[in-house]
């Protein structure tokens, strides 16, 4: 299974963005697509994550202005950002799970990961 998200950019604080994560298998068949990121000299840090069935979590930093969808038709998921503020500069990944574990925000817990999109959000 290949994860390959896009859209990234640079944009000015307040902007929007959205990322897409295409996968080269039916994202129906994943338990969980999460959304990470990472900031230079910073650990990797969870996002969200779409679970099967159509709910959905975030971290409380982005709660209310990121929202993740997902269109299985076409085994994409996207993270709509919204609002966005210098500090969610990062590179972003997408990452799937085939399987319930319980611990959404772990990234060891995932299976797939895709290549990464850095976002850029000048002040």
């Known amino acids: 299974v290949q994860l390959q998200a896009s859209g990234g950019g640079l944009v000015q604080a307040g902007d929007s963005l959205r990322l897409s994560c295409a996968a080269s298998a039916s994202t129906g068949s994943f338990f969980a697509v999460g959304w990470f990121r990472q900031a230079p000299g910073k650990e990797r840090e969870f996002v969200g994550v779409?679970?099967?069935?159509?709910?959905?979590s975030y971290a409380d930093s982005v709660k209310g202005r990121f929202t993740i969808s997902r269109d299985n038709t076409k085994n994409t998921v996207h993270l709509q950002m919204n609002s966005l503020k210098p500090e969610d500069t990062a590179v972003y990944y997408c990452?799937?799970?085939?399987?319930?574990?319980?611990?959404?925000?772990?990234?060891?817990?995932?299976?797939?990961w895709g290549q990464g999109t850095l976002v850029t959000v000048s002040s």
């Open positions: 990452a799937a799970r085939q399987y319930y574990s319980g611990r959404d925000s772990y990234p060891i817990d995932y299976d797939y």
């Open positions: 779409s679970r099967r069935g159509g709910t959905t």
